[in-house]
């Protein structure tokens, strides 16, 4: 790299000055230590360091070296010659540089050159030739990125590094490029709290002057909160101001809590928290003097130091409403504002007040209101008055609705869930539930609003839904484990939006030791573009016993029930509907005759009451319902899938009898109110009830009751905690007998132990049942785990039927030769048959009295699936009900 003048004479000094002038500049120009120059370059395969503690490019100007031959005359540059380049056409490296053809050549232009060329950061090497006013230029270009390759990193995957530093693929390698991204890679690990993390840069050399660039990272361990501190603070103590920030001292209780690590933007939101929580307690003059973060010297805590001044507690003075729209009075308006004189300032209060006039405002039309609020702040009485001005405004319509990003979902199906349409008056109400209606489609995105532009003229505005499609269609296969249904599988296929119309098609199927179903499902929401729901269900599902001896379900009992059902459903208003439907099912339901059958005096094989009792012989057999039914849904809830606020209610009543073998009146309610109550806590009250009556009489025996078993209310776990499965209501338990003499049946110890007890639930004619819930929130390392505990209290009762008959105190016998319990003394030889069972049954449980459960339980959506536990303890109880304080479900998606 020497600039030479081939038509003068050099002294020997001045080619060394020339020499290492021009050392010096392209070095420092290239980012090289001035040592590297001497160094043999690096073998092609070979990664190694990439010096990272030379001055930036641009940051060093080389100094031209002296002409002393003050003599020595100035060539006319003839010609400007570019050698060495590859990927660069000559004409444009010509345009990077300052010396033209014409120019007078000397050493400060030559310096100038490599000034030039080493600014662009395109080149490792140059040099600069005279030869009699030819100038050539010797190039060589720094070379291309390959690839990069990160290594060491565990905490923060590539996805997340890669898309963050300036170097890529095909790009030209650069020093000043590496160290920025050096830099951002540090900082990115810094975020996460990782103040210990360094990052060394190497470059492996390949052929056709490419290059690999690997960052190897040493991430280093969680730099955490160990202390925070506060100073100047009177009003309030340390802990209760800790409490509103978002970083949080590292303690063994905050395992899975994220604000435990440092976070230079998380402290400037925790001065502005700080300063919210004083404005919303009076404090007007708060201010954080000093924020202060030292780290230790092990890198591994970090010390946090506040300094606040509280300033003086003000209280409302005077509250007004100046406004300029014609449709607003301002006194009218101030009476009801939250905001009353002489109560303690609060700047939250006067932010929801803006709010709340700028909605009221655009609920009439006024899409642009402006509302500001005015304060005025007395020192000597400390009082703050706030008069909040609303400007004129003209009133508003819609140009137009325009539906942007739907590239399956038709437009008819977004547009039919705004309650706006082209030329309404504007209504910010109408706004904000069209977008939570397309949101609750769940064909889009959850971040979706309807955006507000300005129309062609100032009384026009052009409402726009960008939307941003995500799949609908849901393919899903669980298999779990239940404590009420031992081993599950599920599987099901579903597509949401079908055909891009808003149809709803489904398949779907079950599979566990008990119980088995599949069903076919069709929804339209609009029939005919008319707002009117139809949707048909087609389904197949059987049931094995809910009967218990020994702690053991026996599956002596089945109930298959095929069937379909269609519905129609119109809205009444915004948040009503009302819902018909017609369901037609086809039962059959068996006991096993090994087990429960015996000869009648004819031989034929009949249900044994004193093998299977009364109520269950009286279950069996075929039998059509033919349903129709309505049901009145109201509903305001924010979120269907996991609501904090709203209401929802459901009044249902069902007839039975349209044709078909079964005939009843079933009426039922269902009723739920959630609560946000600050700081994340939700609290919930459920409720629900229902009531069936049959049309007309099944049999003239006075025990058996007029509602079959298979129409009645049943309750017990999952929907009452701190019962077993139909744990609660009337029910027949069998008492066994032991050590009684086989031959007569005489004599015998009762047993005492439920667990031995033959438990049959006989389910009632009406039931209530109530829950009263609060969901406590967790730290946020704990929400991104699905971590969801709440405490509980429940409160039911299934009651009314008429009482069975019972068959007392009963010998059942052992045949000598089938070795079957039967009722025969003697088996078909006539030899005695010895006593196999001797029981007791009594009719329990028949009480409208509340069952009172309270409990605490978990939600997780864990990587398995989601998994419920719940520990709860009954305080009321009715003697008959089956209690039961651990529950857990847990099932995994694949």
């Known amino acids: 790299m020497i600039a030479t003048n081939s038509g003068r004479t050099e002294t020997a000094m001045q080619r060394v000055s020339a020499v290492a002038v021009m050392l010096l500049a392209s070095t420092a120009l290239a980012g090289l230590p001035v040592s590297a120059m001497a160094q043999s370059k690096p073998k092609p395969g070979k990664a190694v360091p990439i010096p990272m503690d030379a001055p930036a490019p641009a940051a060093v100007a080389p100094v031209a070296a002296p002409i002393t031959d003050a003599a020595a005359p100035m060539e006319v540059v003839r010609s400007i010659t570019v050698e060495g380049s590859q990927r660069l056409e000559s004409d444009t490296i010509l345009s990077y540089i300052r010396l033209r053809t014409g120019d007078r050549y000397s050493q400060a232009a030559a310096d100038q050159v490599l000034k030039d060329l080493y600014a662009t950061e395109l080149f490792a090497d140059v040099q600069v030739r005279n030869d ?71 470059m492996v050399m390949l052929d056709q002057n490419r290059v690999d660039i690997v960052f190897e990272i040493s991430e280093g361990p969680k730099s955490k909160v160990r202390q925070i501190n506060i100073i100047g603070n009177q009003q309030f103590s340390d802990s209760e101001l800790r409490g509103e920030m978002v970083t949080k001292q590292a303690r063994f209780f905050r395992l899975f809590s994220s604000g435990t690590s440092y976070d230079p933007d998380r402290l400037a939101f925790d001065q502005q928290k700080l300063r919210q929580y ?56 101030a009476k009801k504002l939250p905001l009353t ?34 304060f005025t702040r007395s020192k000597e009485d400390l009082t703050m008055s706030v008069t909040f001005r609303i400007a004129d405004a003209p009133r508003v319509y819609v140009e137009r609705v325009d539906v942007n990003g739907n590239t399956l979902t038709q437009d008819k199906v977004i547009r039919r869930e ?46 726009e839904a960008n939307v941003e499609e995500k799949p609908t269609g849901q393919l899903q296969l669980s298999a779990g484990f239940s404590s009420l249904e031992s081993f599950i599988f599920q599987a099901s296929i579903q597509q949401n939006n079908f055909r891009g119309r808003g149809q709803t098609i489904g398949l779907s199927g079950d599979y566990s030791r008990y119980s088995r179903s599949v069903q076919v499902s069709f929804t339209e929401p609009y029939l005919f573009d008319k707002n009117i729901s139809m949707g048909v269900d087609v389904y197949r ?5 809910f009967n218990y001896f020994n702690s053991s379900r026996n599956t002596t009992y089945k109930q298959a029930t095929t069937g ?99 005939k009843y009146a079933r009426i039922s309610l269902n009723a739920a109110r959630y609560f946000p109550v600050g700081k994340g806590f939700i609290f919930s009250l459920r409720g629900e009830g229902g009531a069936i009556k049959a049309l007309g009489s099944r049999t003239n025996d006075p025990s058996i009751d007029d509602i079959r078993l298979t129409d009645r209310f049943f309750l017990g776990e999952p929907q009452i905690r701190g019962f077993d499965i139909r744990g609660v209501g009337p029910r027949i338990l069998r008492k ?23 438990d049959d639930a006989l389910g009632g004619k009406y039931y209530y049942l109530g829950h009263a819930e609060l969901e406590i929130p967790l730290g946020s390392g704990a929400r991104e785990l699905g971590l969801r505990p709440s405490i509980f209290m429940d409160a039911g009762a299934v009651f009314s039927i008429t009482k069975p008959a019972t068959s007392g105190t009963t010998l059942l016998y052992i045949d000598n030769i089938t070795q079957r319990l039967t009722t025969s003394t003697t088996d078909s030889t006539g030899t005695a048959n010895k006593v196999g069972q001797k029981f007791d049954e009594v009719f329990l449980g028949d009480s409208p009295k509340p069952r009172v459960s309270i409990g605490i ?38």
């Open 541 to 545: 599902r059987d049931y094995n016993s």
């Open 736 to 758: 066994y007998y032991s050590d009684f003499n086989t031959d007569t049946g005489a004599g015998g110890v009762l047993g005492t132990n439920r667990d031995n007890f033959t």
């Open 418 to 463: 705004f309650r706006l349409a082209e030329g309404d008056a504007f209504n910010s109400f109408q706004i904000k539930r069209s977008s939570n209606r397309i949101k609750s489609l769940g064909y889009f995105l959850e971040k979706f609003e309807v955006e507000q532009k300005p129309g062609s003229a100032a009384d026009r505005i052009i409402l």
């Open 278 to 333: 004083y404005l919303t307690k009076g404090y007007a003059d708060f201010r954080v003097v000093s924020a202060v973060a030292e780290l230790t010297p092990d890198k591994r805590d970090f010390i946090i130091t506040y300094v606040v001044e509280e300033g003086q507690r003000y209280k409302f003075g005077d509250v007004k409403v100046d406004s300029q729209l014609r449709d607003f009075d301002g006194e009218t308006l």
């Open 341 to 374: 004189k002489g109560e303690w300032y609060n700047a939250k209060t006067v932010e929801d007040t803006v709010d709340s006039l700028t909605e009221t405002a655009g609920s009439f039309g006024y899409a642009f209101a402006d509302v500001r609020p005015d």
């Open 132 to 202: 009699a006013g030819a100038v050539t230029i010797q190039v060589k270009e720094n070379p291309v990125v390959n690839r990069i390759i990160l290594e060491g990193n565990k905490r923060l995957k590539e996805d997340k590094i890669l898309p963050e530093i300036k170097l890529a693929a095909r790009q030209i390698f650069t020093r000043s490029k590496v160290r920025a991204d050096v830099a951002r890679i540090i900082e990115l690990y810094k975020r996460q709290g990782r103040f210990a993390a360094s990052v060394e840069p190497k």
């Open 857 to 894: 339980g978990v939600n997780w959506n864990s990587p398995f699936g989601p998994f419920r536990i719940d520990f709860a303890k009954n305080l009321t109880k009715v003697e008959g009900d089956d209690p039961k304080s651990f529950t857990f479900n847990v099932g995994t998606q694949f």
């Open 564 to 662: 379909f059902q269609i519905r129609a459903g119109v809205p009444l208003t915004e948040y009503m509907s009302l819902v018909g439907r017609y369901t037609l099912n086809f039962d059959d339901v068996t006991l096993d005759e090994g087990t429960y059958y015996l000869p009648d005096a004819n031989g034929v094989q009949r249900c044994s009451i004193f093998l299977a009792g009364r109520y269950l012989c009286d279950a069996i057999g075929k039998r059509t319902s033919s349903i129709i039914g309505a049901s009145l849904v109201y509903d305001t809830l924010d979120n269907r899938i996991r609501p904090t606020k709203g209401t929802t209610a459901v009044l249902g009543v069902d007839f039975a009898g349209l044709g078909g073998s079964v």
